[in-house]
C-alpha cells in the first residue's frame, strides 16, 4: 500500500508546489475585487457628477495639471499660464508625490537648460506622509537620474540651530541604534532586496552638531519604562504626564514651552479629557494644565454635548428605544455620578459605575428621566435652540462640570450660527450635527499661556522648548482598518486586469505579489522610524517620552528599548524578550 501511495503523494505535492502561488495569487485578488468594481463606479458616478455641476474636485487638479502637461513642451505652458519662471525653489520635497513631480519636473528641466538654478529643500526621514502619496525616492535617488544631464550638488545641514546639546548627542546616538534594530526585523530577512542597507542609507546623515555656544542651558532627554501591572498602559502613561507637567513648572517652564505629542487624534482626546478631569484636584489647582488642539477639542469628544445631542434625539423620537437606552446609559454612568460630587472629580475620572441596559429599560427610563425631560418639554418648544441646549445643561446639572464648560458653549453658539438654516427645528439640528456638527473645535486661543497639544504629523516643522511623548507604544504593522495596494500582475490570466487590488498581509508572500508585499513592508518600517524621528527632534531643552516596560515584540516600544539597551550597555529586561 505504501508503495502505491507514495508516488500519490509525491505527485501531490509537486502539484501543490507548482500551482501554490497562483492559487495564493487568486484568493487575495478575489477577496479584494469587490473593491476594483466599487472604486470603478464611485469613479464614474464622482465624474458624471462633477461634469453636471461645472465643478473639480481638488484631488483632481494634479491629474488634470497632468494631462495639459503631458506631451507638450515647456513653452507651450508658459503660454496657457501667460508667465515666465526661470528660479523654482520646491519645500517639504520628501511629501511630493510622484503626479506633483511630473507636473513640476518639465518646468524645472526647462529652467535648468536656460542656465537658471533651482533649489530643492527636503529631508527624507521628516517623509511621514505617504498615506497622501507622497513618495521619498524622489528625493532619495530619483531626482539625481532625472537630472543626470545636470550638475545636481547637494548640501547636508550638519549643525542643529534648534535643540540643546544633550538633545542632540542623545538623537544622534539613539537613531544610530534604532536603525540598526529596525532594519533586523525578522520578517525582511532572507529577502533577495537588500531592505537593511536601503533603511541605513536613508539615514547615513542622521549625525548632526549641536551649533549652540558654549555655556548654553543644559537639556534634558529621558525615555521612562513604565510599570503597568495590571492596569491601562494610557492611563498610568497620563497619570505621569501630570507629574512631569508639574516638574516642568516648578523648574520655571511655561505652559506655552510645554508640547504634548501624540500618534493619533483619539490619544489626543484622551490627553485632552484627562488633563480637564485632574485640573480640579488640590495638588494640581496651583499649575495650568490648559490645553491647546485644534484636532483633539472636538465637540464629539464630550460626554455632556453626546449626552444633550441624545436628548435632542429622544424629543425627536420618542419611541426610540435605542436612544432611551443611550440617554439612559449617559445618564446613569456620567450625569448622575457627577451630579452627586461636589465640585471633586473622582480619583479615577475614566472610571464609570459600569450600568448597562437591561430588559427593563423602559421601566427604567421611565423612573430615571421621564420626569426631568416632561419638565423641559413645555419651554423648549417655545425657545431657540441655543436656548435649548443651555436649558438641558442647567437642569441636568451640566454646568457645574467645570471641563464641559467649553464644549457646551461651543455647541450653543454653533447652535445659534445655523439658526437661519435649521431654525428651531429638531431634526434639522441633528442633521447638521451628524454631518457637520460633531467635527466643529472648541474655539481656542492659540495666544493664549496653555500647553499644546499635538499629533506627531502635524508637530513636524515645529519646535518647542520642552516635548512630552506620552504614548511611545504603537504595533508596527496596524492590524486595524485595510491597507489596500494596487498591483500589476504579469502573469496569465491575472494580467488581463492591467492593475488588481489587494489587502496587505503576510499572505501577499506566498503569491505573485511578494516583491510588492516586503517592499510595502519595507516601506512601513521606515514610516515608523520616520515619525520618531519627528517626534524626538522638535525639542529644544526636555525630551520626555513615556513607554510600558513589557509588551508584545510588534510593538514600536520593543525596538526603542533594545536601542536604549545597547546605547547604555545596561541588561536590564526588555519588551519582547
Not at 520628501?94 to 536656460?114: I, K, Y
Not at 549641536?210 to 492596569?231: H, I, N, Q, R
Request: with cysteine; hydrophobic share 40%.
Amino acid at each position: 500500500a505504501a508503495e502505491k501511495l507514495q508516488p500519490a503523494l509525491a505527485s501531490l505535492l509537486d502539484y501543490y508546489e507548482s500551482n501554490s502561488v497562483r492559487y495564493f495569487t487568486a484568493k487575495v485578488i478575489g477577496a479584494e475585487w469587490y473593491t476594483a468594481v466599487v472604486m470603478a463606479d464611485l469613479y464614474n458616478e464622482t465624474t458624471a457628477l462633477s461634469r453636471g455641476k461645472g465643478v473639480l474636485p481638488l484631488a483632481g487638479s494634479n491629474l488634470l495639471l497632468k494631462s495639459v502637461i503631458d506631451g507638450n513642451d515647456t513653452p507651450f505652458i508658459y503660454e496657457k499660464t501667460g508667465s515666465i519662471y526661470h528660479y523654482f525653489m520646491l519645500d517639504e520635497f520628501q511629501d511630493t508625490s510622484e503626479m506633483q513631480w511630473d507636473n513640476f519636473r518639465p518646468l524645472v528641466a526647462n529652467s535648468m537648460a536656460g542656465g537658471y538654478q533651482s533649489l530643492v529643500v527636503g529631508d527624507v526621514k521628516q517623509s511621514i506622509y505617504r498615506w497622501r502619496n507622497s513618495n521619498r525616492d524622489i528625493l532619495d535617488h530619483q531626482i539625481y537620474s532625472d537630472f543626470r544631464a545636470f550638475p545636481v550638488k547637494t548640501e547636508t545641514l550638519r549643525f542643529n540651530y534648534r535643540s540643546s546639546r544633550e538633545i542632540v548627542d542623545f538623537n544622534n546616538r539613539f537613531f544610530s541604534f534604532f536603525v540598526q534594530k529596525l532594519s533586523a526585523y525578522d520578517k525582511l530577512s532572507g529577502v533577495a532586496i537588500d531592505f537593511p542597507a536601503q533603511m541605513e542609507s536613508l539615514y547615513c546623515d542622521v549625525e548632526q552638531q549641536f551649533a549652540g555656544k558654549e555655556g548654553s542651558p543644559a537639556g534634558f532627554a529621558s525615555v521612562e519604562l513604565l510599570d503597568c501591572g495590571k492596569e491601562n498602559f494610557e492611563e498610568v502613561s497620563m497619570r505621569r504626564v501630570v507629574e512631569q507637567i508639574r516638574e516642568l513648572y516648578d523648574k520655571g517652564f511655561r505652559a506655552n514651552d510645554i508640547a504634548i505629542l501624540v500618534r493619533k487624534n483619539d490619544q489626543g482626546a484622551a490627553v485632552v479629557r484627562y488633563l480637564l478631569e485632574v485640573a480640579g484636584l488640590p495638588e494640581n489647582q496651583a499649575y495650568n494644565l490648559r490645553v491647546i488642539s485644534g484636532d483633539s477639542l472636538l465637540l464629539k469628544t464630550s460626554l455632556a454635548v453626546q449626552f444633550i445631542v441624545s436628548v435632542f434625539r429622544h424629543l425627536n423620537d420618542r419611541n426610540d428605544r435605542l436612544c432611551k437606552a443611550i440617554l439612559l446609559h449617559g445618564y446613569r454612568n456620567y450625569v448622575e455620578p457627577r451630579r452627586a460630587e461636589t465640585g471633586t472629580e473622582p480619583d479615577h475620572p475614566f472610571d464609570t459605575p459600569g450600568w448597562v441596559a437591561g430588559a427593563n429599560v423602559e421601566e427604567e427610563f421611565e423612573a430615571a428621566l421621564s420626569p426631568l425631560i416632561r419638565n423641559l418639554e413645555e419651554s423648549l418648544e417655545t425657545t431657540g435652540l441655543e436656548d435649548m441646549i443651555i436649558r438641558i445643561a442647567a437642569d441636568f446639572g451640566l454646568f457645574k462640570m467645570n471641563p464641559e464648560l467649553p464644549f457646551i458653549q461651543t455647541l450653543a453658539d454653533s447652535a445659534a450660527g445655523i439658526r437661519r438654516v435649521v431654525g428651531g427645528d429638531i431634526a434639522g439640528f441633528l442633521k447638521w450635527w451628524d454631518e457637520k456638527g460633531m467635527d466643529v473645535p472648541v474655539s481656542v486661543n492659540e495666544a493664549a499661556d496653555a500647553i499644546r497639544l499635538l499629533t506627531f504629523h502635524k508637530s513636524k516643522g515645529l519646535e518647542f522648548k520642552a516635548v512630552l511623548i506620552p504614548f511611545l507604544s504603537w504595533r508596527i504593522v496596524e492590524g486595524k482598518g485595510r491597507n489596500i495596494l494596487w498591483c500589476t500582475p504579469s502573469v496569465a490570466p491575472f494580467d488581463r486586469a492591467p492593475v488588481v487590488p489587494v489587502a496587505y498581509s503576510d499572505k501577499l508572500a506566498r503569491t505573485l505579489f511578494t516583491r510588492e508585499y516586503f517592499r510595502e513592508l519595507f516601506n512601513i518600517l521606515v514610516d515608523n522610524l520616520n515619525l520618531v524621528y519627528v517626534a524626538f527632534t522638535r525639542a529644544e531643552s526636555v525630551l520626555w517620552v513615556n513607554m510600558p516596560r513589557t509588551g508584545e515584540k510588534e510593538r514600536i516600544n520593543t525596538y526603542v528599548a533594545q536601542a536604549l539597551r545597547e546605547m547604555s550597555g545596561r541588561l536590564e529586561e526588555i519588551p519582547g524578550e
